[in-house]
């Protein structure tokens, strides 16, 4: 027999329920359906507090006003007006705590003392909930948005790391004058560790490499060598300093590179841990062991 979900479980039992604050029902086991109804109800608890605490953000401080929430749903039954009032609870609790904190993750990073307006999120959600007319269409909404999420973002990202862009741009014009250094036309700079004579590259050539990428005060972010193995991928599908590299290198070279941050990851936040800050200009040892077919 199939798990029956426990919401299901919890709207056949209100059935049963009369109103009892925020405390179980006491069980009464008069018969065998009793008894089965009883452990039916406990064997469907199983994993329900790691649900509500885990995916539903719910503070086990408060699991009393869980169950009283839970036993109110439940008793509403068929109640329309109950049903709806219920569901926009947790949908605004949903905007809370899930679409307003991603998208201040996604403007302000990790600066928590700004915030877009909860107020104005609202207005136009419900509005266009309720298809009443408002100071724009849901499709030049999302243009406008698109628009002001990466004006703003860029703004912020500045004001936060432009350190960075700085300090990239001052590491790389002292770079560039050191010797057996060189630069490629769109601004990469290189120097030949060792200088290997197979073929070069396309820009759609799959590869095999070894490498390791550094942040300029040299710091390891990544590196093959230290997982024990090259990894394999096309050259236009990394970014543009590695492509620019990579066509400009015979297989067998080894080359320590040095990337522009606008040919890196830009005003992006990137590495397993977010190691690469926004603007930052990156260093990499890159090995290029072949062109497979």
């Known amino acids: 027999m199939k798990k ?3 919401v299901a479980m919890m709207a056949i039992a209100a059935a049963a329920m009369t109103s009892c604050g925020n405390k179980a029902p006491k069980a009464d086991l008069k018969n065998d359906v009793d008894t089965m109804s009883y452990a039916f109800g406990m064997a469907q608890s199983e994993g329900f507090k ?17 169950i ?3 036993i109110d749903g439940a008793n509403a039954g068929d109640d329309q007006k109950k049903a709806a ?3 926009g609870i947790q ?35 419900i509005t266009g909930t309720l298809g009443k007319q408002g100071l724009m269409t849901t499709e030049q909404a999302r243009t406008i948005f698109q628009e002001k999420l990466a004006a703003i973002k860029a703004t912020e990202m500045k004001k936060q790391f432009g350190g960075n862009k700085e300090a990239g741009e001052k590491f790389l014009a002292a770079n560039a004058k050191k010797e057996g250094v060189k630069t490629l036309k769109n601004g990469v700079q290189y120097k030949v560790i060792k200088e290997g004579n197979g073929p070069l590259p396309a820009d759609t050539s799959m590869v095999k490499v070894h490498y390791e990428g550094k942040t300029i005060d040299g710091k390891v972010f990544d590196s093959s060598y230290k997982r024990g193995e090259p990894t394999k991928f096309r ?36 590495g397993q841990n977010n ?19």
């Open 4 to 6: 029956i979900k426990f």
């Open 50 to 66: 790691d649900f509500v605490v885990e995916r539903m953000d719910v503070d086990t401080a408060y699991m009393d006003e869980l």
């Open 68 to 70: 009283k929430g839970l």
């Open 85 to 87: 009032y219920y569901a």
């Open 91 to 125: 949908i605004g609790q949903q905007i809370s705590h899930q679409m307003i904190k991603g998208i201040n993750y996604e403007v302000f990073g990790e600066d928590s003392t700004k915030s877009v307006s909860l107020k104005n999120v609202l207005a136009g959600f």
């Open 235 to 270: 050259v236009n599908q990394v970014i543009k300093g590695w492509t620019e590299a990579l066509v400009h290198m015979p297989v067998g070279s080894v080359w320590e590179v040095y990337i522009p941050q606008e040919l890196a990851y830009g005003d992006r936040q990137a």
């Open 275 to 293: 190691e690469i800050k926004p603007f930052s200009a990156l260093v990499f040892k890159i090995e290029l062991l072949g062109i497979e077919k």
